[in-house]
């Protein structure tokens, strides 16, 4: 059992791949398939640009595809950088420019206002079919200093009040449990041998 996975993010690459092992899937991402496209996120929500990433490759490989579009959204920022998380700093991503480009904007911003949620929107696409779609979230704070190095992105500095400790500190096993991403597959793992079916 294979699942194609419509991205070329190695941090989301490695997450799912522990996802569904434990579900008994193979995953394959667009980092086994350099010959693929890029493909441009063009939307103005999550869901578009998920659905732009699944729908794109699930027509060329004739099979179902899933993709993730997920991001950071900064209440203090009025919700930056949102769809915008991956190329913050610029293109290509430099999740490191990153991280410095968010502390600096939240320079001299007290603790009590910097919360923040992450978002993921998967979409899983099949030819001909109606694609299913989920979401899940996640909230935390963002802290003042990197800490941890599980994880990717923004992780170091997503600090996670339950816990105690940044989404980077966490196990990947916990973060799996617990995160926007991880809350996503839990929905679709509801949904989808059916939808597959039908
Ligand atoms: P693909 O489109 O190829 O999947 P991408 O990195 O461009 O890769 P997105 O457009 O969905 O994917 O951007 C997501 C960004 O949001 C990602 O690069 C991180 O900066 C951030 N992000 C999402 N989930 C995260 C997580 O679990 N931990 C840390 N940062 C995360
Ligand atoms: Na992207």
Redesign the pocket.
């Known amino acids: 059992k294979t699942i194609v996975i419509a ?3 190695p ?2 690459a490695k997450e799912f791949t522990k996802i569904f092992a434990e579900k008994g899937y193979h995953v394959k991402t ?1 980092l086994d398939y350099p010959e693929l496209p890029d493909v441009e ?1 063009t939307g103005k929500t999550f869901e578009e ?1 998920a659905r732009l ?1 699944a729908e794109t490759i699930a027509e060329i490989l004739k099979q179902p595809v899933l ?6 959204i900064v209440d203090a920022l009025d919700g930056r950088p949102g769809i915008y ?2 190329r913050f700093a610029g293109e290509p ?1 430099n ?1 490191a420019a ?1 991280n410095a480009k968010l502390l600096h904007e939240l320079t001299g911003v007290p603790k009590e206002k910097r919360t923040a949620t ?1 978002h ?1 929107t998967l979409v899983f696409a099949a030819p001909d079919k109606e694609s299913l779609v989920v979401e899940g979230e996640w909230s935390g704070e963002i802290g003042t200093i990197p800490r941890g190095d599980h ?5 170091p500095l ?1 600090f996670v009040p339950e816990e105690q400790q940044t ?1 980077a500190e966490l196990s990947d096993e916990r973060k799996n449990e617990i ?3 991880g809350k996503a597959v839990a929905k679709l793992r509801d949904q989808w041998e059916n939808w597959l079916k039908n």
Not at 67 to 72: F, I, N, T, V, Y
């Open positions: 991205t070329r993010n941090g989301k667009l996120e640009n990433k993709a993730d579009d997920s991001g950071l998380s991956a991503t999740n990153n992450f993921c994880g990717f992105g923004y992780d997503f989404a995160s926007h991403r």
